[in-house]
């Protein structure tokens, strides 16, 4: 039994060796992109959709409702990053079903790329939609002296998203195999569906809190503003 | 005893520790908070979704802890450093 798809190998190119991780991380963008462009090659605004499209715009519109809901803002600025997140996750972990396939999510290298972008990200649309200067000004509110405890923070909860994500596809993929050698009939079917609920439930809250995360850097400010607006 | 035995023996008796006390807290939080949860779905129906998500969000949270003890009682078990320090040096 493996507990991470890094020590797979899977082949190599020259030096390096391309392991399982890496591998099916590619595989799942592919297939992304691949269905992706397949299915916007012939958008249409007519009546008659095809399948593909419908598919996309409900994925589209239900991200975009998420996002406008959580931060009550346009989601539009935030869309790509998050949905891209979302649908990423929730590919991996759903294609774990597949024999053979090492769902990348199960691996803390991923898990922990994935966070550290959305560690990038809060500064990043932070300082895009307040300025360097406010953003920073967050930081020391309400009182200077908690600084330490929110930089604490900000690490803490990137760690925390690393670790769950990683957590909870790894043990769906290792209570799987411990099932599969005490009771291979059945049993191990109802515990792969119960992991595809925990995998899509995962993704959602993977981007759910990454937009949470986005918008508490971006709408402290305003709020003071909209405050001090009222005040005059 | 010899290191290979009282280092196999700690681990797997904190493993069981580890996820057996790590769980209980989580289980008590998550379960109040999915009962505050339906009693605040039944009071405001039309709240509904707004309430389901942040109760996910929040059980997510919780279930971190829990899931922080699973890892802990893994590497216990299967990726020890101890362990392979002691089989390195034998």
């Known amino acids: 039994m493996t507990l991470s798809p890094d020590t797979i190998e899977v082949f190599a190119i020259g030096p390096w060796t391309i392991n399982a991780t890496v591998a ?11 269905v992706s462009w397949w299915v916007t090659r012939r958008l249409t605004a007519a009546g008659d ?15 975009l409702d998420q996002i406008r809901e959580v931060t009550n803002q346009k989601p539009e600025p935030y869309l790509p990053f998050v949905g891209t997140l979302f649908l990423f996750i929730v590919t991996s972990n759903v294609l774990s079903v597949v024999p053979g396939f090492h769902p990348p999510t199960g691996s803390l290298t991923t898990t922990a790329a994935l966070a550290v972008c959305v560690f990038v990200a809060v500064p990043v649309f932070g300082i895009a939609k307040l300025g360097l200067r406010a953003y920073l000004g967050n930081y020391l509110r309400p ?5 330490p405890f929110t930089l604490i923070g900000e690490l803490s909860r990137t760690l925390a998203l690393a670790v769950r994500l990683f957590g909870n596809v790894m043990s769906g993929t290792v209570v799987a195999a411990i099932l599969l050698s005490v009771v291979p009939l059945l049993f191990p079917i109802v515990m792969q569906a119960f992991g595809l609920l925990i995998g899509v439930i995962q993704a959602y809250i993977f981007a759910i809190l990454a937009i949470v995360y986005i918008a508490s850097g971006t709408e402290l400010q305003e709020r003071r503003a909209r405050v001090e607006e009222v005040r005059q | 005893m010899s290191d290979f035995g009282l280092i196999g023996m700690a681990s797997i008796l904190i493993a069981g520790l580890t996820i057996a006390i790590g ?3 989580p289980a008590l939080g998550q379960g109040r908070a999915l009962a505050q949860a339906l009693q605040a779905i039944a009071q405001q129906p039309d709240e509904a979704n707004t309430i389901t ?15 922080y003890c ?9 990726a020890n450093p101890f362990w392979a320090a002691v089989q390195s040096a034998s």
């Open chain 1, 24 to 34: 099916f991380t590619w595989l799942v963008m592919a297939l992304l992109v691949l």
């Open chain 1, 49 to 63: 959709i095809g399948p593909g499209q419908n598919v996309l715009e409900a994925v589209v519109v239900f991200l």
């Open chain 1, 143 to 147: 009182s200077p002296f908690l600084l």
């Open chain 2, 23 to 25: 769980s209980v807290g």
């Open chain 2, 53 to 67: 998500r942040t109760l996910f969000v929040g059980l997510a949270m919780v279930e971190s802890t829990a899931i």
């Open chain 2, 70 to 78: 699973f890892v802990i009682s893994l590497i216990l078990i299967f």
